[in-house]
Structures are given as C-alpha cells and as structure tokens.
C-alpha cells in the first residue's frame, strides 16, 4: 500500500501564497505519477495538476495555469503545489493521490488514481 499525508493548507488573503506539501509512504516504488484535486461543498472534485514520477512531466488545469507550480523531490518522496496568486475561487479541500504504474492515463481524472490523502482546508478571503 501506499498512505499519503498532505500539509501547509490554510488560511490566506487574495493575491497571498500557500505552498502544499504530500508526503508518500510505503511501496512508493511503485507510483508513476502523483496528482493534486480540489473540492468545495456541491461541486464534483475538481482536477489540478499532476506530475510524473521519474519523468516530471507536468499537467495543469486552465484555472491555475502561470499560478500554481507542481514539483517533486524523489529523495523525500514528497510532491509539493506552490500556489501564487492565489483568489477566493480557489478555497477547496486539496487532496493528493497517487497513480501506480506503468499507465496509460490522462491523469486529468480521479478514478485514474489508486491513492488518496485525507485532504488539507484552503481558505483564500477577499
């Protein structure tokens, strides 16, 4: 299995930074890619970015594009999403998940994953 662990969530004024963090644990060995969603109450959850594992190809959705930045540090298997810019339409619970691979996927989508964290609250007030 893998267990995921997600941090630096909080509470930001509009325009502010928050810098995510998801930290991975046991058969890490075995992940291709890790991405990061959102989700606020009423809406389904949403896909942000992803990264691959050993190639660091990134994915982005339109929204975030020039704002948020997703990287990788394989020595700490931790995946972490810089969020600048940040606007209230960004307030969700971020979750990170992972994908084992090898896959062919578009890593746009949740049920593409097999790992989930619990989630961490951002806030971003006006």
């Known amino acids: 299995q893998v267990q995921l662990v997600e941090s630096g969530g909080g509470l930001v004024q509009a325009g502010g930074s928050l810098r995510l963090s998801c930290a991975a644990s046991?058969?890490?060995?075995?992940?291709?890619?890790m991405g990061w969603f959102r989700q606020t109450p009423g809406k389904e959850r949403e896909f942000v970015a992803a990264?691959?594992?050993?190639?660091?190809?990134?994915y982005y959705v339109d929204s975030v594009k020039g704002r948020f930045t997703i990287s990788r540090d394989n020595a700490k298997n931790t995946v972490y999403l810089q969020m600048n810019s940040l606007k209230p339409e960004d307030t969700a619970v971020y979750s990170c998940?992972?994908?084992?691979?090898?896959?062919?996927?578009?890593?746009?989508?949740?049920?593409?994953?097999?790992?989930w964290g619990q989630g961490t609250q951002v806030t971003v007030s006006s």
């Open positions: 990264i691959t594992w050993s190639g660091g190809r990134t």
């Open positions: 998940a992972a994908e084992r691979g090898p896959t062919i996927a578009t890593l746009r989508e949740p049920y593409e994953y097999d790992y």
């Open positions: 046991g058969r890490t060995f075995s992940i291709y890619a």
